[in-house]
């Protein structure tokens, strides 16, 4: 069975967006996540949390069958697409140059149907993984937000990967209000 994390890494391209994203506001605001000396500060790592979520286990199995599914389909086309090159080689020497051009060209045409329906089903996936994540990722985000608040920290950091990001910030250190005075 794949985890929340494995099926997150099929999608590279909106994690490699998120990556991005967060790096760059990590060097942008980097040293303004810094609390005052005497602050507590904690981390969580978020993706253990969802993995030991037992919510998470039918979401889980939600996404593998829509993957299971979506992979299904596209083997048959890939093989059907396959099945049509193969006898196009096979048949393209009694053809005619103009046959021959005509038939490329479905096949390019098929190949072009192929990909956009494999980037639909991908973006479809990550979607429903969005969609199904969200409550578990707010629940998280309270729960993060009624510790820190009952133990006293100011700041609370993701912990994992690159990009690490503040889960939650206590008022007296948040600098949003600053930077907006200094920016008008």
Known sequence: MASIKELASKFPAAKGALLGFGLTLGFVFGSAAIPPSGDKVGFVEVEKVLAEMPEAKSIREKLEKEQQQAVKELEKKQKDLKDAFDEYERKKTLMKADEQKKKEEELQAQLAQYR????????????????LLKPLEEKIAKTIEKIAQQQGYSLVISKGGIANTVLYGDKNVNLTYKVIDAIK
């Open 116 to 131: 956009q329906l494999e980037q639909s089903k991908s973006a479809a996936l990550q979607q429903k993984q969005a969609e």
